[in-house]
């Protein structure tokens, strides 16, 4: 169950993350809403799955990192922010790092 909830949880932060995006500076207040939500959701699930038995490491690390790279992946395609091979590798170190820690 705890990959159930790590997986809400993700999904939470995502929707959040890209909230705070679409918020501009809390210049668009109507934003603030699904921000505040989403969030709050995402540290619910993200206490959930810790609850469920999952190592703090191993879920805050896969969280942050699936995270990143979603918000990278959806930034590019929704406001057409720069993804430079630069950045990919970055995400790929970031993915193998939390694979180290879960493993380890």
């Known amino acids: ?40 959701l995402a540290f619910f699930f993200l206490a959930l799955t810790i609850a469920a038995g999952m190592p703090v490491a191993v879920a805050y690390g896969i969280w942050s990192a699936v995270g ?5 992946l959806l930034a590019r395609i929704i406001w057409k922010e720069p993804l430079t091979p630069r950045m990919i590798l970055g ?11 879960e493993v380890g």
Not at 68 to 72: C, G, P, Q, Y
């Open 68 to 72: 990143v790279a979603l918000i990278a």
């Open 1 to 40: 169950m705890s990959w159930v909830y790590l997986s809400f949880a993700i999904v939470a932060e995502i929707i959040g993350t890209l909230s705070l995006r679409a918020a501009d500076g809390f210049r668009r207040k109507i934003w603030i809403i699904p921000l505040v939500i989403f969030y709050a």
């Open 91 to 101: 995400l790929i170190l970031i993915m193998v790092g939390v694979l180290l820690v």
